[in-house]
C-alpha cells in the first residue's frame, strides 16, 4: 500500500508560480497511475491533472490547460505539479492520490497542501 506526502504549497501572487511535489512511500510507484485534485472552500473536490503509470499519457481539467504541467519520476518515486500563471481561482487545498493501474478509483490520499493565490 502506498502512502503519500504532498510539498510545495504557499502563498503566491497572481501570476506566480507554484510546483508542488508528491512523494511516494510503501509502495511499487509504477503500480499507480497518478493524479492532482483540489478543493476550494465550499466546493466540491475536482479532478486537475492525471498521468499514467509510465508518465506518457496526462490529461488536464480545460481551466489549467497550458498552464499547469503534471509529471512524473518513476526512479524517484514523485509526482510534480508544475504550476504557471496562477490565477485567484486556483486558490484550493491539493491533493495527489494513487489508484492501481487499470483500477477505477483512487484509493491513496495524501494529507493536501495548500494554495494560495492572492490578486
Known amino acids: 500500500q502506498v502512502q503519500l506526502v504532498e510539498s510545495g504549497g504557499g502563498l503566491v501572487q497572481a501570476g506566480g508560480s507554484l510546483r508542488l511535489s508528491c512523494a511516494a512511500s510503501g509502495g511499487t510507484f509504477t503500480l499507480y497511475s497518478m493524479a492532482w485534485f483540489r478543493q476550494a472552500p465550499g466546493k466540491e473536490r475536482e479532478i486537475v491533472a492525471a498521468?499514467?503509470?509510465?508518465?506518457?499519457?496526462?490529461s488536464y481539467i480545460d481551466s489549467v490547460k497550458g498552464r499547469f504541467t503534471i509529471s512524473r519520476d518513476n526512479a524517484k518515486k514523485t509526482l510534480y505539479l508544475q504550476m504557471n500563471s496562477l490565477k485567484p481561482e486556483d486558490t484550493a487545498a491539493y491533493f495527489c492520490a494513487a489508484k492501481e493501474v487499470g483500477g477505477g478509483e483512487y484509493r491513496y490520499w495524501g494529507q493536501g497542501t495548500q494554495v494560495t493565490v492572492s490578486s
Open positions: 498521468i499514467t503509470w509510465r508518465g506518457d499519457t496526462t
